[in-house]
């Protein structure tokens, strides 16, 4: 099984930044999706940024390109989401997720292609 855990969440003010991790417990790191998802209190869990371990290509939904990257530490199995420009309707718990995936391809942002998931890390972001 495949554990992921987050940290650093936090408290900011619109305008401000913060970087999320999330460690990966697995063998064979380099062939996976790996996801951030997103859900704010009432809606849906959505997906914000993936990427594909083994050739770091990086997919993001319109409401965060620009704003946000996605990246990886392959030795020590990290992936990151620098958040910046932050703004209201960015508060959420934010989770990531990882999908076994032999071959590089478009890694989805639907939430029911992924089996393992971490424990969320809160982001508050307030005007």
């Known amino acids: 099984a495949v554990q992921l855990a987050e940290s650093g969440g936090g408290s900011v003010q619109v305008g401000g930044s913060l970087r999320l991790s999330c460690v990966a417990s697995v063998f064979t790191y380099s062939r996976y999706c790996m996801g951030w998802f997103r859900q704010a209190p009432g809606k849906e869990r959505e997906g914000v940024a993936t990427i594909y371990t083994g050739s770091g290509s990086a997919y993001y939904v319109d409401s965060v390109k620009g704003r946000f990257t996605i990246s990886q530490d392959k030795a020590k199995k990290t992936v990151y989401l620098q958040m910046n420009s932050l703004n209201v309707e960015d508060t959420a718990m934010y989770y990531c997720?990882?999908?076994?995936?032999?071959?590089?391809?478009?890694?989805?942002?639907?939430?029911?292609?992924?089996?393992?998931w971490g424990q969320g890390t809160q982001v508050t972001v307030s005007s």
């Open positions: 997720a990882a999908e076994f995936r032999a071959y590089d391809s478009f890694c989805q942002f639907e939430r029911n292609r992924y089996d393992n």
